[in-house]
């Protein structure tokens, strides 16, 4: 069974400071692990995925993320925060060879000028 | 170009009735899936569908029903609208390959049951 943990409901950060929203998974073999951002009124936009080689894996609008194994994580980072990053982040991971997508519950940040 | 489409945008149903939520993409994707967004509860699946003809269930198919007629369309019926399904529902589609795709979706559509 595939699952996925986003321990934190709401993240506040000074605009400017960097920036982690949490994310752990669950499957049985090989994860596809996926970040989503969803601003308000609007469908979810894809900001990275990590499918295989380097752990570290850079998206859009200046984010990244970093897969461990070991702990079964996938968090998302920033260097520094904008006021314009407030939104509601969705992780979200497939096993390989499986369908479908399973998304967290979502984190909302929060930036605050 | 288009992307996904839902419409309505917005709908209110009394208790029983019966609506169809429709979606439509224009990039040949085929796989297309439903969810619902519910505070506190992330996204879960409805239903896909991984080609036309074919479809299946997700993690919270009762109450709807789905067809894929063409690899364009990807409608959903609500049967005997619930206030338990009071929910705002995105579809979404991608390429079908080696499931490293991602997904593109649609505005979404925000239902009241009441």
């Known amino acids: 069974a595939q699952s996925v943990a986003q321990p934190e409901d709401q993240v506040n950060v000074a605009e400017g400071n960097p920036l982690t929203v949490k994310c752990t998974y669950s499957?049985?073999?090989?994860?596809?692990l996926f970040w989503y951002v969803q601003y308000p009124n609007r469908g979810l936009q894809f900001l990275l995925k990590?499918?295989?080689?380097?752990?570290l894996v850079k998206g859009s609008y200046g984010f990244e993320a970093e897969f461990n194994k070991s702990q079964t994580s996938f968090h998302l980072k920033k260097p520094s925060a904008l006021v314009s990053d407030s939104a509601l982040y969705f992780c979200?991971?497939?096993?390989?060879?499986?369908?479908?997508?399973?998304f967290g519950t979502g984190t909302r940040l929060t930036v605050i000028p | 170009n288009a992307g996904v489409t839902q419409t309505p945008k917005f709908q209110v149903l009394k208790t029983g009735q019966s609506m169809t939520l429709q979606c439509a993409q224009d990039m040949n994707h085929e796989y297309m899936s439903w969810y619902r967004q519910d505070p506190g509860m992330g996204l879960r699946l409805i239903h896909y569908s991984v080609g036309a003809g074919i479809t299946d269930q997700g993690e919270v198919p009762n109450g709807y029903n789905v067809s894929r007629s063409t690899t364009e369309d990807f409608p959903l019926r609500l049967l005997s609208a619930a206030p338990s399904q009071t929910s705002v529902y995105f579809c979404?589609?991608?390429?079908?390959?080696?499931?490293?795709?991602?997904?593109?979706f649609g505005s979404g559509t925000q239902l009241s049951v009441l």
């Open positions: 979404a589609s991608s390429y079908r390959g080696t499931g490293e795709e991602k997904l593109f």
């Open positions: 990590y499918i295989t080689g380097d752990n």
């Open positions: 499957v049985s073999g090989n994860p596809y």
């Open positions: 979200a991971v497939r096993e390989a060879g499986a369908n479908n997508l399973f």
